[in-house]
Protein backbone atom coordinates (compact mmCIF):
# COMPACT_ATOMS: atom_id res chain seq x y z
CA UNK A 1 0.00 0.00 0.00
CA UNK A 2 2.71 2.63 1.41
CA UNK A 3 4.44 3.17 -2.45
CA UNK A 4 2.45 5.80 -1.52
CA UNK A 5 2.67 7.89 -5.27
CA UNK A 6 2.54 7.07 -8.37
CA UNK A 7 4.81 3.57 -8.67
CA UNK A 8 3.05 1.21 -11.05
CA UNK A 9 3.64 -2.46 -11.17
CA UNK A 10 5.95 -2.13 -7.71
CA UNK A 11 8.75 -1.10 -10.16
CA UNK A 12 11.23 1.52 -8.39
CA UNK A 13 11.86 3.07 -11.91
CA UNK A 14 10.32 4.39 -14.73
CA UNK A 15 11.36 4.69 -18.22
CA UNK A 16 9.38 7.54 -19.32
CA UNK A 17 10.51 10.89 -21.09
CA UNK A 18 13.15 13.18 -19.68
CA UNK A 19 15.06 10.10 -17.57
CA UNK A 20 13.99 7.26 -15.00
CA UNK A 21 11.93 8.75 -12.25
CA UNK A 22 13.16 7.80 -8.85
CA UNK A 23 12.13 7.72 -5.06
CA UNK A 24 12.83 11.03 -2.78
CA UNK A 25 15.07 7.90 -0.98
CA UNK A 26 16.63 7.28 -3.65
CA UNK A 27 17.88 10.46 -5.00
CA UNK A 28 19.05 11.47 -1.49
CA UNK A 29 21.00 8.29 -1.21
CA UNK A 30 22.41 7.58 -4.04
CA UNK A 31 22.14 10.44 -6.53
CA UNK A 32 25.16 11.54 -8.00
CA UNK A 33 25.95 15.00 -8.42
CA UNK A 34 24.97 16.36 -12.33
CA UNK A 35 23.11 13.12 -13.25
CA UNK A 36 19.43 13.82 -14.59
CA UNK A 37 16.67 12.86 -12.39
CA UNK A 38 13.20 12.67 -12.60
CA UNK A 39 10.96 12.31 -9.11
CA UNK A 40 7.40 12.98 -7.97
CA UNK A 41 6.03 13.87 -4.62
CA UNK A 42 3.72 16.35 -2.69
CA UNK A 43 4.59 19.50 -1.36
CA UNK A 44 5.66 19.79 2.18
CA UNK A 45 6.39 23.38 1.92
CA UNK A 46 7.72 26.32 -0.48
CA UNK A 47 9.88 28.92 -0.09
CA UNK A 48 10.03 32.47 -2.45
CA UNK A 49 13.18 34.79 -3.12
CA UNK A 50 13.86 36.97 -5.13
CA UNK A 51 14.22 34.87 -8.46
CA UNK A 52 14.15 31.68 -7.14
CA UNK A 53 11.25 29.48 -5.56
CA UNK A 54 11.86 26.30 -3.33
CA UNK A 55 9.88 23.30 -3.07
CA UNK A 56 10.67 20.99 0.28
CA UNK A 57 8.80 17.28 -1.67
CA UNK A 58 8.27 13.86 -0.47
CA UNK A 59 7.25 10.82 -1.56
CA UNK A 60 6.47 8.63 0.94
CA UNK A 61 9.71 6.46 0.86
CA UNK A 62 11.64 8.31 3.52
CA UNK A 63 11.23 11.17 6.55
CA UNK A 64 13.38 13.61 4.39
CA UNK A 65 12.41 15.58 1.98
CA UNK A 66 13.76 16.81 -0.93
CA UNK A 67 14.58 20.40 -2.15
CA UNK A 68 13.82 21.01 -5.60
CA UNK A 69 14.91 24.58 -7.01
CA UNK A 70 12.49 26.56 -9.40
CA UNK A 71 13.92 29.53 -11.59
CA UNK A 72 10.35 30.16 -13.34
CA UNK A 73 8.26 32.08 -11.41
CA UNK A 74 5.17 30.60 -13.49
CA UNK A 75 4.28 27.95 -10.79
CA UNK A 76 1.90 29.86 -8.72
CA UNK A 77 -0.93 27.41 -8.57
CA UNK A 78 1.51 24.89 -6.58
CA UNK A 79 1.09 25.12 -3.33
CA UNK A 80 1.43 22.88 0.19
CA UNK A 81 -0.45 19.50 -0.63
CA UNK A 82 0.04 20.18 -4.57
CA UNK A 83 1.14 16.87 -6.26
CA UNK A 84 4.57 17.11 -8.70
CA UNK A 85 6.96 16.17 -11.31
CA UNK A 86 10.37 17.83 -10.97
CA UNK A 87 13.19 16.83 -13.87
CA UNK A 88 16.24 18.36 -13.52
CA UNK A 89 19.43 18.49 -12.21
CA UNK A 90 21.04 16.94 -9.15
CA UNK A 91 23.13 19.19 -7.51
CA UNK A 92 24.54 19.56 -3.82
CA UNK A 93 23.09 22.57 -1.51
CA UNK A 94 25.79 25.28 0.69
CA UNK A 95 24.81 22.26 3.26
CA UNK A 96 26.31 19.58 1.19
CA UNK A 97 22.68 17.77 0.66
CA UNK A 98 21.25 16.50 -3.01
CA UNK A 99 18.91 19.08 -4.36
CA UNK A 100 17.71 19.20 -7.49
CA UNK A 101 17.65 22.25 -10.13
CA UNK A 102 14.43 21.94 -11.94
CA UNK A 103 14.47 22.45 -15.81
CA UNK A 104 10.91 21.58 -15.36
CA UNK A 105 8.06 21.15 -12.69
CA UNK A 106 4.51 19.50 -13.30
CA UNK A 107 1.87 20.23 -11.36
CA UNK A 108 -0.13 16.48 -11.17
CA UNK A 109 -2.45 17.39 -8.49
CA UNK A 110 -3.44 21.33 -7.46
CA UNK A 111 -4.34 22.09 -3.74
CA UNK A 112 -6.21 24.68 -2.85
CA UNK A 113 -5.70 25.45 0.56
CA UNK A 114 -8.74 27.83 0.94
CA UNK A 115 -10.71 24.95 0.62
CA UNK A 116 -9.64 23.11 3.20
CA UNK A 117 -6.30 21.23 3.17
CA UNK A 118 -6.05 20.03 6.90
CA UNK A 119 -2.62 19.79 7.12
CA UNK A 120 -0.42 23.09 7.32
CA UNK A 121 3.17 22.95 6.89
CA UNK A 122 5.94 22.91 9.40
CA UNK A 123 2.90 22.05 11.96
CA UNK A 124 2.40 19.22 14.09
CA UNK A 125 -1.23 17.69 14.35
CA UNK A 126 -2.73 15.25 17.67
CA UNK A 127 -3.83 11.87 16.23
CA UNK A 128 -6.84 12.30 17.27
CA UNK A 129 -6.87 15.27 14.68
CA UNK A 130 -5.00 13.04 11.96
CA UNK A 131 -7.38 10.37 12.35
CA UNK A 132 -10.29 12.19 11.06
CA UNK A 133 -8.70 12.38 7.66
CA UNK A 134 -7.57 9.02 6.94
CA UNK A 135 -7.19 9.18 3.34
CA UNK A 136 -4.37 11.94 4.10
CA UNK A 137 -3.15 10.58 7.07
CA UNK A 138 -0.03 8.61 5.53
CA UNK A 139 1.25 12.09 4.01
CA UNK A 140 1.72 13.53 7.94
CA UNK A 141 5.41 12.25 9.18
CA UNK A 142 4.71 10.44 12.03
CA UNK A 143 2.05 7.87 10.48
CA UNK A 144 4.61 7.75 7.30
CA UNK A 145 7.03 6.56 9.88
CA UNK A 146 5.20 4.02 11.20
CA UNK A 147 4.09 2.67 7.85
CA UNK A 148 8.12 2.63 6.74
CA UNK A 149 8.84 0.97 9.98
CA UNK A 150 5.84 -1.62 10.09
CA UNK A 151 6.90 -2.68 6.31
CA UNK A 152 10.54 -3.36 7.63
CA UNK A 153 9.48 -5.31 10.14
CA UNK A 154 6.85 -7.66 7.80
CA UNK A 155 10.23 -7.49 4.98
CA UNK A 156 12.17 -8.77 8.19
CA UNK A 157 10.24 -11.22 9.69
CA UNK A 158 9.23 -13.14 6.26
CA UNK A 159 12.69 -13.07 4.69
CA UNK A 160 13.97 -14.75 7.99
CA UNK A 161 10.92 -17.35 8.43
CA UNK A 162 11.35 -17.96 4.72
CA UNK A 163 15.71 -18.39 5.29
CA UNK A 164 14.70 -21.39 7.92
CA UNK A 165 12.09 -23.19 5.96
CA UNK A 166 8.92 -22.00 6.70
CA UNK A 167 6.17 -21.28 4.03
CA UNK A 168 3.68 -18.58 4.28
CA UNK A 169 0.08 -18.93 3.41
CA UNK A 170 -3.17 -17.15 3.61
CA UNK A 171 -5.79 -18.64 5.71
CA UNK A 172 -9.55 -17.92 5.80
CA UNK A 173 -9.69 -15.20 8.54
CA UNK A 174 -12.64 -15.31 11.22
CA UNK A 175 -13.63 -12.16 12.94
CA UNK A 176 -16.13 -11.38 15.74
CA UNK A 177 -17.26 -7.86 13.89
CA UNK A 178 -20.02 -7.03 12.50
CA UNK A 179 -18.63 -3.98 10.86
CA UNK A 180 -21.57 -3.19 8.70
CA UNK A 181 -24.44 -4.60 10.76
CA UNK A 182 -26.02 -6.62 7.55
CA UNK A 183 -24.46 -10.32 9.01
CA UNK A 184 -24.73 -12.23 12.03
CA UNK A 185 -22.25 -13.04 14.08
CA UNK A 186 -21.79 -16.55 15.76
CA UNK A 187 -19.93 -18.46 17.27
CA UNK A 188 -16.76 -21.23 16.59
CA UNK A 189 -16.40 -24.75 18.39
CA UNK A 190 -14.18 -27.46 18.16
CA UNK A 191 -16.38 -30.51 17.24
CA UNK A 192 -14.08 -33.05 18.72
CA UNK A 193 -12.22 -31.31 22.11
CA UNK A 194 -9.76 -34.23 22.08
CA UNK A 195 -9.16 -33.65 18.27
CA UNK A 196 -8.54 -29.90 18.83
CA UNK A 197 -5.74 -31.04 21.80
CA UNK A 198 -3.40 -33.12 19.22
CA UNK A 199 -3.37 -30.39 16.99
CA UNK A 200 -1.94 -27.95 19.39
CA UNK A 201 0.48 -30.90 20.31
CA UNK A 202 1.09 -31.74 16.54
CA UNK A 203 2.11 -27.50 15.92
CA UNK A 204 4.87 -28.29 18.47
CA UNK A 205 6.40 -30.75 15.83
Excluded at 19 to 25: S, Y
Excluded at 176 to 183: F, K, L, R, T, Y
Amino acid sequence: MFRTFIYNSNITYIKRGFCERRTVLNVIKKGDVGEKVSVQGWVKSLRKQKDLTFYDINDGSTVKNLQIIVQDKSHGKINVGSSVRADGILQKSPKGQNEVNAENLVLIGGCDLNEGYPFAPRKKYAPEYVREYLHLRPQTRRFGSLLRVRHGATVAFHKYLDQIGYVCIQTPIITSNDCEGAGEVFKVVPDNVDLLKSMYQDSYI
